[in-house]
């Protein structure tokens, strides 16, 4: 299992004779691939009609430039409030174990979903949204998962096989909510006399991911097995057991403010099998992780926010013109891309340049994805959608799975950050709180700033990329701050 130093040997290999790696518990480890699926289903499938959607709901009174403000809204409600719970939901996972806490995220992924298809006005819209990230808190946990499924000689294998699932669900999420929004118009043969979709317009992209959800739910609960040590029994955590009157509960929700005398010194053998006080989590080795964590997020999330915005915005507003269905098929291609890039090259260019080098490179592949999106409209002006502009938009999807590659790279550092093995849920979440405020300002920072560039026309409506290239610029000196090498013992 992962603990400190123990992904050294990734990186130094040659000079120290390669370890002989470990085989993945297959079974066990291919539910976990299946049960991520269902976190990037429920926030991809939103995002080709979402402008629309906006548009539908009468918001902006015909204001096309105020639309990327509430479609950044949107966006950032579920990042907001999933980081006010996900640490709390990764702590707990640490006492009660993983599995109670990933099958409440389900639940709640599915009934948050059901209730967005459902929505007719904006501020259901932000209930249903908000709902969806505070009950889930799944993200951290099922990391802390895969690393207790792993050990120094398989890490980065594992790590390459995460982004199948992230990658299905961006391509399967996009295809699902351009394709099958307004089916009583796209589809009037089989859903022309369907009232009910013609009030719910979008409730059938969002019901797919729902039922999915309903599923992983039924899979974990019969299927997936406990990897957490020596989680405490529910009874233990509502004690139902006589004795020790809500020790149990206090140890789950608020160890970190026992005093000196309510809680056994941590020594020795007993320090690595116990999860440590929250307070001794903020070492710098996980403050470094965390913040380099956080920044790739900040990037990442901004440009998958203002993407399919640009795509939908008209041409002569700075955008692409493009409806929902090809905005679902062009975001699909990236999953598809990303998905075969990671799982066929990512272990074996990590084992050869180190968790840096990755993550570094895959920060500034940023660079010229940001600087693609003025290239890409000045096409469309002056030819139309030529195959150069196809091309260029290719060269963008292509350079963008550099972010995704940097993932990787940057869990691994965090795993190897964690005090113990015991408090890696803790350091997940910890780690997840700071992404999920990232992300959080990520999409309304974004959209609000292409909005305010079309409607000033600052740099000719381009004052976005510039902000943000000079975004991608302080991640890569935060990037800087990370070893050379993952940290050891």
């Known amino acids: 299992m992962v603990e400190h130093g123990e992904e050294t040997p990734l990186l130094h290999s040659g000079r ?45 009174h015909g204001n096309e430039s105020q639309v990327g403000y509430y479609v950044g809204m949107m966006q950032s409600i579920f990042f907001l409030t999933q980081a006010c719970t996900v640490l709390h939901w990764s702590s707990i996972s640490d006492r009660v174990g993983r599995k109670p806490v990933i099958l409440t995220g389900l639940f709640g992924l599915s009934v948050s979903m059901y209730c967005f298809g459902l929505s007719r006005t904006f501020w259901g819209l932000v209930l249903s949204r908000s709902l969806n990230g505070a009950l889930n808190g799944n993200i951290g946990v099922i990391k802390s998962m895969m690393a207790d499924l792993t050990d120094e000689t398989n890490i980065s294998k594992a790590y390459a096989y995460m982004p199948i699932a992230w990658s299905t669900g961006g391509t399967l999420g996009p295809i699902i909510g351009g394709s099958l929004s307004r089916p009583a118009e796209i589809f009037p043969r089989l859903f022309g006399d369907n009232d009910f979709l013609k009030k719910y317009p979008y409730f059938l992209p ?155 490179a895959g920060i500034a592949s940023a660079l010229p994805v940001f600087a693609c999106f003025p290239a890409i409209n000045y096409l469309a002006r002056i030819s139309g959608y030529s195959n150069a502009l196809w091309a260029l938009v290719g060269f963008q999807i292509v350079m963008s799975i550099g972010l995704s590659l940097s993932y990787g790279a940057i869990f691994i550092f965090i795993s190897a950050a964690s005090p113990n093995r015991a408090s890696l849920g803790a350091t997940n979440g910890l780690s997840q709180t700071t992404v999920s405020l990232m992300r959080a300002i990520g999409p309304a920072m974004a959209n609000s700033l292409f909005s305010f560039s079309i409607e000033k026309g600052f740099l000719g409506g381009h004052l976005v990329y510039y902000l943000l290239l000079i975004l991608v610029c302080i991640a890569l000196g935060v990037a800087s701050l990370l070893p050379r090498h993952i940290w050891t013992t």
């Open 16 to 60: 120290r004779g390669k370890k002989k790696s470990t085989p993945l518990p297959w079974f066990q480890f291919s539910i976990t691939l299946f049960l991520q699926l269902a976190e990037p289903l429920t926030s991809q499938v939103i995002y080709p009609f979402m402008p629309e959607l906006i548009r539908d709901l009468g918001v902006t």
């Open 206 to 360: 969002c019901a797919v991911p729902a039922t999915f959800s309903v599923i992983a739910w039924l899979v974990t609960f019969f299927f997936l097995e406990e990897t957490a040590p020596s989680p405490i029994s529910l009874s233990e955590l509502f004690n139902i057991r006589k004795g020790n009157p809500n020790l149990a509960l206090q140890n789950v929700v608020g160890s970190q403010n026992l005093s000196v005398t309510e809680t056994p010194v941590a020594t020795g053998k007993d320090r690595n099998e116990s999860p440590v006080p929250f307070r001794e989590l903020f070492t710098r080795r996980v403050i470094v992780a965390a913040a380099n964590y956080a920044f790739l997020s900040l990037v990442d999330i901004a440009f998958r926010a203002i993407q399919p915005l640009f795509l939908s915005t008209p041409i002569h507003l700075g955008g692409l013109g493009l409806p929902p269905s090809t905005i679902g098929k062009i975001l699909a291609v990236f999953g598809v891309l990303n998905g075969m890039f990671q799982v066929f090259f990512f272990a074996s260019i990590h084992d050869r340049w180190g968790s840096k080098k990755i993550f570094t």
